[in-house]
């Protein structure tokens, strides 16, 4: 199940469009902000039907 979502970098402060793969259940990586390049760290809570339930981001020094 693949997603469009929005989310914000914690470095540039802008919002940018990505897509999330929802069947692979909660997870954490790293993506690159489209506007910036900085690596975003974006972990997502998936519920066990396969609903996004949270999206957040964070620099990846935490």
């Known amino acids: 199940m693949i997603e469009?979502?929005?989310i914000h970098c914690p470095y540039c402060g802008e919002s940018f469009?990505?897509?999330i793969?929802?069947?692979a259940g909660s997870q954490r990586?790293?993506?690159d902000c489209a506007v910036c390049c900085r690596p975003i760290?974006?972990?997502l809570?998936?519920?066990d039907?396969?609903?996004l339930l949270d999206i957040s981001t964070?620099?990846?020094s935490g």
Do not use: H, K, P
Request: aromatic share 8%.
């Open 17 to 19: 469009e990505t897509t």
């Open 49 to 51: 039907d396969g609903e």
């Open 29 to 31: 990586y790293i993506e």
């Open 45 to 47: 809570r998936v519920d």
């Open 4 to 6: 469009a979502v929005t």
């Open 58 to 60: 964070a620099t990846d």
């Open 21 to 23: 793969d929802l069947s």
């Open 41 to 43: 760290e974006v972990f």
